[in-house]
């Protein structure tokens, strides 16, 4: 059968028919635990606490304090000054990654009896919690794939350079990573469809999307890599919103609703467009480059950079020695949060679809002022130091929700290449509440409109993009 999109399905209805299969043509998941186990015996890391100073590869500027490498490739960490009157610390300074380089997350899908199934790796961070978890098929920065660091080349790398001189592009776009951490950081976003399957090495495994789902439920298993490149598949559209399962209360349905662009909504697209532009303009920050040792509020001892009050988080030096990568030991700084945090969506049914409840936020790393974030995104012990109200007006609607209310509850880690044993409880709340006046800086909108916005770059952030796949696993009754 032809490659072409004019002779299948639409995407979406593919990706939608993936979704639905937990057990498809290459059988079920009652393996996965066994080969999962037995590939973390191989691929593993051990890391170890080390000083700033003492850091391999990496040297302390004598002028500026900021850590770079030798090579003068990877990241740098320096200082931040921010400016934000009228946010609820008007100035500051911070640490923050620096790392202009674009990455590449890629997925390659392919139809296998018909069923189009993803190419997922068992890959090893040295910052997450549990060593192994579930990530993209490539996952590199620019300096891992050119080989600045002598290691071995990146399996099949070859499939997501020069992608539009073929067809089967299902995604491709370049979002945003943690603007609190990473200063402008961004990465390309790419789902390769093959006309066939390719041999899955060692530690690859080919999945439907259904079964991936499955795996978003269970504790730290699918990284955060592989979620945001999952949120930017076609996955709404005309067509999808049919589904014959029905559940108790309706709510998958709509769910199912919410991305069916036929819908009504809350907010038409170009009223949502308009407060974005609005929220960006209105948001009068200002943010320059300082020299690491300029920082007020921070103090450097020997093995990390913290806050004086102990909030936010450190920047911390690991030593590590790993199986299954490209390269078998290194040194790096890595950002250490100082706590567990909540990242959630409330969501709401208005006339029978369902909404989510997104909020626009400011960080000091966007590249645009302002990204679409959860309803809550915060670690609550950085703010009790702080004077004013809750972190969030909506966390205690989300903490104190009884079960009934709860649609999806799970630890999930940020970025384990540069952040250590960086978890979060991510949620999805149903709400009866509405937005108090006085908040402009959240909207209701539908899952349909969300997705059409991650067609673009800068709009949803990385957090978001997480719930947003969450939200995906629960079409089918995840």
């Not at 300096?143 to 290691?151: D, E, I, K, M």
């Not at 049919?242 to 170009?270: I, K, N």
Request: proline share 7%; net charge neutral; aromatic share 8%.
């Amino acid at each position: 059968m032809s490659n072409s999109a004019t002779t299948r399905e639409p995407a979406q209805r593919r990706i939608d028919a993936s979704a639905r299969l937990r057990t498809g043509p290459l059988g079920d998941l009652s393996d996965f635990p066994q080969w999962f186990a037995e590939h973390a015996r191989r691929a593993y890391t051990r890391v170890e606490h080390v000083p700033l100073d003492a850091l391999e590869g990496w040297v302390t500027d004598p002028a500026t304090g900021d850590l770079r490498h030798r090579t003068g490739r990877f990241f740098t960490v320096h200082g931040l000054e921010v400016d934000h009157p009228g946010g609820r610390v008007p100035r500051w300074t911070q640490p923050i990654i620096d790392q202009p380089e674009i990455g590449i997350l890629g997925i390659l899908a392919a139809p296998v009896d018909g069923v189009l199934h993803y190419l997922m790796q068992a890959k090893v961070e040295p910052g997450n919690v549990g060593g192994l978890q579930l990530s993209p098929t490539v996952q590199a920065t620019r300096s891992n794939y050119t080989r600045v660091h002598q290691g071995r080349p990146v399996p099949y790398l070859e499939h997501f350079l020069d992608i539009h001189s073929r067809p089967g592009v299902l995604a491709d776009v370049r979002q945003s990573e943690q603007g609190s951490w990473f200063h402008r950081k961004r990465n390309r976003n790419i789902v390769v469809e093959l006309p066939e399957p390719v041999p899955a090495l060692d530690g690859y495994r080919w999945l439907t999307l259904g079964q991936i789902h499955e795996l978003l439920h269970r504790e730290d298993t699918v990284n955060m890599d592989a979620r945001t490149v999952l949120s930017c598949l076609p996955f709404t559209g005309d067509g999808v919103a049919e589904d014959g399962r029905t559940d108790g209360d309706g709510f998958r349905a709509a769910l199912r609703r919410s991305g069916d662009p036929r819908q009504a909504s809350v907010h038409g697209t170009a009223e949502l467009l308009g407060w974005i532009t609005d929220r960006r303009t209105a948001s009068d920050i200002v943010v320059r480059r300082i020299p690491l040792r300029e920082l007020r509020g921070w103090s450097r001892t020997e093995d990390r950079i913290r806050h004086d009050e102990g909030a936010f988080f450190d920047v911390v030096g690991v030593r590590v020695d790993a199986g299954g990568r490209e390269v078998r030991r290194w040194c790096q700084p890595m950002i250490e949060p100082v706590g567990q945090g909540v990242i959630a969506f409330l969501v709401r049914r208005f006339a029978g679809v369902l909404h989510v409840l997104v909020h626009a936020r400011v960080e000091p790393g966007f590249l645009d002022v302002v990204e679409l974030g959860p309803t809550v995104q915060c670690v609550a012990r950085s703010y009790a130091h702080l004077p004013g109200p809750a972190p969030s007006p909506f966390l205690s609607e989300v903490l104190e929700a009884g079960p009934d209310r709860v649609r999806f509850d799970t630890l999930l880690s940020e970025e384990g290449g540069r952040f250590y044993h960086a978890l979060n409880r991510y949620m999805i709340v149903e709400t009866s509440q509405d937005v108090p006046d006085g908040h402009p800086d959240y909207r209701w909108m539908t899952l349909h409109q969300l997705s059409d916005l991650l067609r673009h770059s800068h709009y949803v952030n990385v957090q978001a993009r997480s719930l947003i796949a969450c939200l995906h696993s629960l079409y089918h009754g995840g």
